[in-house]
Every structure is written in structure tokens, then in C-alpha cells.
């Protein structure tokens, strides 16, 4: 008799705490897998939560009534597949990052996650207690399954104890956010698969929360390491995939392919600007449009995440505004097919000078008059925004951010910034990328969007007379270099400096990096695309005077 179990995995978006709505996803998944008589739907890890959950798990109402929406849809299984789904679950006020089986009207039985992460963008052992019990493995169609839920499978003791037990294949349900690296790590560096040889089905969540952006990617891998990619990158769907027991292997007709280079990074940030703004239920977004790099690029995924007709570009001109840029925001706002507006903060400008003559008598002009100006576009679009309810989004990338050349309560002022964990130099090549393609998905017109002149000019703030962002900064591509071994590498300062750069730029970079803490700590949001983002990843104290001697 041969053992074959049809699996329907479900690569969906829930959205954390909308426990109804993510009900609903659900059963939209179980009414399928019910048509196409699967065996079994595997749902990702927390799905009735929403993953991650962070302190929400700590509020006793939200675990109840996850747990009894799980009980709800456990008693519409008479007679259908079973359910494996991830909730939070509730023993003797202990609770577990669980994946529940539901079967035959009940919860027929549940695994809890082990292996708690506590690192990088993960507090899991904050919030959870770590499974103890024995391995959780079930029986289906004559195939015996074991369950591991993410972490489990990225070291060798739950896996091992699983073969143990009598697994044949593993299911692993993850809430694996996206980065640069994710797909290298997942598929060659599972230490488990390594020491088991046991076939695993690996399916993911999909969409953006907060500053994670979740990509999917789920796929299959046979006991001899073939690989089946069953669903691709940055998107929802559901893929039918067989176990055959006897020969260890998985059949599908689902295939898929995922992007890779500027293509994926594009995507991970467009997903998750879009799904931060409509699962905040904002009605569109409204920017500052400079006619610089920075903003076009911003404006530009917006677009593509959201459809011209709900992203506002406002250009807002002072003196110190070139005539090229003018024409460059404008130009770069019709090729998107977007609302642009002009406001002249100059009347503003020239008010503030005004109020404050009397105290800024006999000094001379500095970086205060030129935030001043910053400021005032930073008041303007969040007035536009109280009115017309469209979110700010910001601008700035992770080179400005990392240096401290971004005006606190100035355009740094917004609810969310895209570009966050781009250095300037990845900002230009996301760029040129964009005007050659237009990525899977995006909303946005094709063609070259982006002005070319936006492109080659020099970057400058123009917050005064013939400014350049290089005539206070090491060119970018050192920049970003020095900045990329202090920050996502952790580097010592002489390793630094055996790249061949001067050791007074570093030094100073080093130091602009450590007394912009402050500013970071205020800043909004953004998707983390790098191995080490501002914000969840790394967290430096503000008050420090360390330096690297």
C-alpha cells in the first residue's frame, strides 16, 4: 500500500492581531484544501496571531481568544483535511509559540516551539515559554510527520529528535522574515537536514510588518536533497504538494522561481512600504519630492506599492532651490503619473527670520537657519497629512542616518521610511535598476522613471548656497564602506583602515556614527533589508563614549 499525503501549503499575509481576519484567511485556505482533497494545510508559523506578535503575547485576551478562534475552526474539520496552524497557546500560564493540529472537529494534538530565537530582530524568549515535552509527531494517510517550527530546524536537536521518534518527513512552519542573505541560509546551512537526511516542507508567511518584510518562498526538499520551489518570493498563494512515503520524495505541479539582486531588494521594500500603509489603513502616502535621488527612488516605489493615484509628491522650494531641481521633480512625478504640488516655504523662511531676529542678532548663519528650512517642510506635509489623512513618508537613507545628516523633527519627520536600510550607493544602483525594469507586481508604469539627471548630479541637501553633500562627506562609495565594516560587520577600526582608508575620515565617521544614537532612536520606521538594520537589529545606548582606540 503506498503513502502518499497531499499537502496544501498556504503562503498567505496575515496581519498581527486582526485574529477575525486571520480566521477568515483560514478557512478561505481550508475551503480550498476541502476542493482539491488534500490530506492536510499547513498554515505558517502564529497565523492566528500574526507573527511577530512581540508584547502583544503578553496580554492574556489576545492568547484567549487565539486560542479559541483555533478551537472554532478546529470544529469545522469533520470530515476534511486536517489543519496544521500556528497560535499562541496557553498551558498552566505558560505560553508556547505552538503550531496546532486540528483534526476530526478537535485539536487533535500540538507542537511547541523549542528552539526560541534571541537574537538579532528576535525576543522570542521574552515572551515565550520553550517546548519541553516529547517530540510531536502524527500520523496521516499511513505517513508519520514531525513538526518543527522554524528556529527547530536550524539546529540538529529537534530534528534529531523528531527521526527519533519515527518521522519520515518533516513540516516546518516559519515566520522567516527577508534579508539579503535569507534564501543562502536557508537552503544550505539547515544543520538539521544535514544530520537527519529527513524530506521537509517548508512554508512561510508572506508580507510586510512593521520593519520585517516576510518573503515566502516556500518549498520542498526529497531525503536527497532535491529541491522544489513551490511558491515564489514577495506573494501570496497556495501550492498542492505530494509525500510519497515509500520513495521519501515530493511531487508537485506547482514551480516557481525567485527573484534575486536589486529585483528582490526592490521588491522586499515595495511590499513592505504597501502592506505597512494599508494594513494601517492610511488612504496614501504624501512626500517631500526634492528632485533628488532619494525622494525619486521613494516616490517611485510608493507608486509601485500603491498605485499613482494614492502617493502625493509636494515639492517645496526655498531659495537655495536649483532650477534643475525643479524641473527634475516635476519631470520625475509625471513619468510616475503621480499628484505633485508646489508650496514655497520662502514666506515661512522669511517669518522665522523675522520672529527670531532679536535673539539671532550678531551671529551668523549655520546649519540653525538651514533646519529651519527642513523643519518647515517637515510642518508642511504633516499638514497636508492631519487634512487629508495621507501618511508622511520619509526619505532619508542609511548613510544620512548613520552620520547624523538627516534634521530631527525635519525630514526625518514621517511614518515611514523605505529606504532606511539602503546605503546612498545601493539608493543609485536601486535607481538605474528601476528605469531598465519594472519588478513583478508593481503598480507603477515601465520605462524610465526616475529622470537621468537625478541620477548623475551630484546629491545635495540645498539648504544653502552651491551646497554638495561631498564638501562635508567622504564620497559615498568610501563612506559607505567605512560605514558598512562599523555597522554591519562590527569591525575594528584597523580593520577598517587595511582597506586603505585614512584614518582621520574614519575616526570621524566613527564619531559622527556613535552621537547620531540620539536621532535614530526617534526615527520612523523602515524595512530592514541588510544583515544589520537601525532599530531591531542594532541598539547602541545614546549616552557613550566609546570610541575604538
Known amino acids: 500500500m503506498s503513502k502518499v499525503l497531499d499537502i496544501l501549503a498556504a503562503q498567505l499575509n496575515p496581519v498581527v492581531g486582526d485574529i477575525n481576519g486571520n480566521l477568515a484567511l483560514a478557512r478561505e485556505a481550508y475551503a480550498e484544501a476541502r476542493e482539491r482533497d488534500a490530506d492536510l494545510l499547513v498554515l505558517s508559523e502564529l497565523f492566528i496571531l500574526g507573527y511577530p506578535a512581540e508584547d502583544l503575547v503578553l496580554k492574556p485576551s489576545a492568547v484567549e481568544l487565539s486560542m479559541a478562534a483555533v478551537r472554532t475552526l478546529a470544529s469545522e474539520t469533520g470530515g476534511g483535511p486536517a489543519i496544521l496552524i500556528g497560535c499562541p497557546w496557553d498551558v498552566d500560564g505558560k505560553v508556547h509559540n505552538s503550531s496546532v493540529l486540528l483534526k476530526d472537529g478537535i485539536v487533535a494534538g500540538r507542537c511547541d516551539k523549542r528552539e526560541l530565537p534571541n537574537y538579532g530582530v528576535f525576543d522570542e524568549k521574552r515572551i515565550f515559554a520553550p517546548g519541553d515535552g516529547a517530540p510531536f509527531v502524527f500520523t496521516l494517510k499511513g505517513v508519520k510527520v514531525g513538526v518543527a517550527i522554524c528556529e527547530d530546524i536550524w539546529f540538529e536537536r529537534v530534528p534529531l529528535s523528531l527521526?527519533?521518534?519515527?518521522?519520515?518527513?518533516?513540516?516546518?512552519?516559519?515566520?522567516?522574515?527577508?534579508?539579503?542573505?535569507?534564501?543562502?541560509?536557508?537552503?544550505?546551512?539547515?544543520s538539521a537536514w544535514r544530520k537527519t537526511g529527513l524530506p521537509y516542507l517548508f512554508v512561510n508567511q508572506v508580507g510586510g510588518?512593521?520593519?520585517?518584510?516576510?518573503?515566502?518562498?516556500?518549498?520542498?526538499?526529497?531525503?536527497?536533497?532535491?529541491?522544489?520551489?513551490?511558491?515564489?518570493?514577495?506573494?501570496?498563494?497556495?501550492?498542492?504538494?505530494?509525500?510519497?512515503?515509500e520513495s521519501g520524495?515530493?511531487?508537485?505541479?506547482?514551480?516557481?522561481?525567485?527573484?534575486?539582486?536589486?529585483?528582490?531588494?526592490?521588491?522586499?521594500?515595495?511590499?513592505?512600504?504597501?502592506?505597512?500603509?494599508?494594513?494601517?489603513?492610511?488612504?496614501?502616502?504624501?512626500?517631500?519630492?526634492?528632485?533628488?535621488?532619494?525622494?525619486?527612488?521613494?516616490?517611485?516605489?510608493?507608486?509601485?506599492?500603491?498605485?499613482?493615484?494614492?502617493?502625493?509628491?509636494?515639492?517645496?522650494?526655498?531659495?537655495?532651490?536649483?532650477?534643475d531641481s525643479l524641473e527634475d521633480a516635476k519631470a520625475c512625478a509625471e513619468m510616475l503619473g503621480c499628484k505633485y504640488d508646489i508650496i514655497n516655504i520662502r514666506p515661512g523662511?522669511?517669518?522665522?527670520?523675522?520672529?527670531?531676529?532679536?535673539?539671532?542678532?550678531?551671529?551668523?548663519?549655520?546649519?540653525?537657519?538651514?533646519?529651519?528650512?527642513?523643519?518647515?517642510?517637515?510642518?508642511?506635509?504633516?499638514?497636508?497629512?492631519?487634512?487629508?489623512?495621507?501618511?508622511?513618508?520619509?526619505?532619508?537613507?542609511?548613510?544620512e542616518m548613520a552620520v547624523g545628516y538627516a534634521?530631527?523633527?525635519?525630514?526625518?519627520?514621517?511614518?515611514?521610511?523605505?529606504?532606511?536600510?539602503?546605503?546612498?550607493?545601493?539608493?543609485?544602483?536601486?535607481?538605474?535598476?528601476?528605469?531598465?525594469?519594472?519588478?513583478?507586481?508593481?503598480?507603477?508604469?515601465?520605462?524610465?522613471?526616475?529622470?537621468?539627471?537625478?541620477?548623475?548630479?551630484?546629491?545635495?541637501?540645498?539648504?544653502?548656497?552651491?551646497?554638495?553633500?561631498?564638501?562635508?562627506?567622504?564620497?559615498?562609495?568610501?563612506?559607505?564602506?567605512?560605514?558598512r565594516g562599523l555597522v554591519d560587520l562590527e569591525e575594528d577600526i584597523d580593520d577598517i583602515l587595511a582597506r586603505g582608508h585614512d584614518v582621520a575620515t574614519v575616526r570621524r565617521i566613527e564619531h559622527l556614527l556613535y552621537i547620531a544614537e540620539y536621532k535614530r532612536r526617534q526615527a520612523p520606521p523602515g524595512v530592514k533589508v541588510g544583515g544589520k538594520n537601525f532599530g531591531r537589529d542594532r541598539r547602541y545606548p545614546i549616552t557613550n563614549r566609546f570610541r575604538d582606540d
Not at 167 to 173: D, G, K, R
Request: charged content about 25%.
Open 249 to 323: 520524495s515530493f511531487q508537485s505541479q506547482a514551480r516557481a522561481t525567485l527573484t534575486e539582486g536589486w529585483e528582490a531588494e526592490y521588491r522586499a521594500a515595495v511590499l513592505a512600504l504597501g502592506d505597512y500603509v494599508n494594513k494601517n489603513k492610511f488612504p496614501g502616502v504624501v512626500l517631500g519630492m526634492s528632485g533628488g535621488i532619494d525622494s525619486a527612488l521613494t516616490a517611485a516605489m510608493a507608486v509601485d506599492a500603491l498605485g499613482a493615484e494614492r502617493v502625493w509628491c509636494v515639492m517645496m522650494p526655498s531659495k537655495y532651490t536649483s532650477s
Open 163 to 190: 527521526k527519533g521518534a519515527g518521522a519520515e518527513m518533516l513540516v516546518v512552519p516559519n515566520g522567516s522574515p527577508w534579508r539579503r542573505t535569507v534564501h543562502a541560509e536557508r537552503h544550505t546551512t539547515f
Open 349 to 399: 523662511v522669511n517669518a522665522l527670520d523675522e520672529m527670531l531676529a532679536d535673539q539671532f542678532a550678531g551671529t551668523q548663519p549655520n546649519t540653525t537657519e538651514e533646519n529651519i528650512q527642513s523643519r518647515l517642510r517637515a510642518v508642511t506635509l504633516m499638514a497636508l497629512s492631519n487634512k487629508f489623512g495621507h501618511m508622511v513618508v520619509t526619505t532619508g537613507n542609511k548613510s
Open 209 to 245: 510588518q512593521d520593519e520585517l518584510v516576510f518573503d515566502g518562498s516556500s518549498y520542498a526538499v526529497d531525503d536527497d536533497g532535491t529541491e522544489h520551489q513551490l511558491l515564489g518570493d514577495f506573494e501570496t498563494g497556495t501550492a498542492m504538494v505530494s509525500f510519497d512515503g
Open 407 to 483: 534634521t530631527l523633527y525635519g525630514d526625518m519627520c514621517g511614518g515611514y521610511n523605505a529606504l532606511k536600510d539602503f546605503y546612498k550607493t545601493e539608493v543609485f544602483e536601486l535607481a538605474k535598476w528601476r528605469n531598465t525594469a519594472i519588478p513583478r507586481g508593481a503598480l507603477g508604469p515601465g520605462g524610465e522613471v526616475i529622470p537621468a539627471r537625478i541620477i548623475t548630479k551630484p546629491p545635495s541637501a540645498e539648504l544653502r548656497e552651491d551646497q554638495r553633500d561631498d564638501d562635508s562627506l567622504p564620497p559615498y562609495d568610501v563612506l559607505d564602506d567605512i560605514l
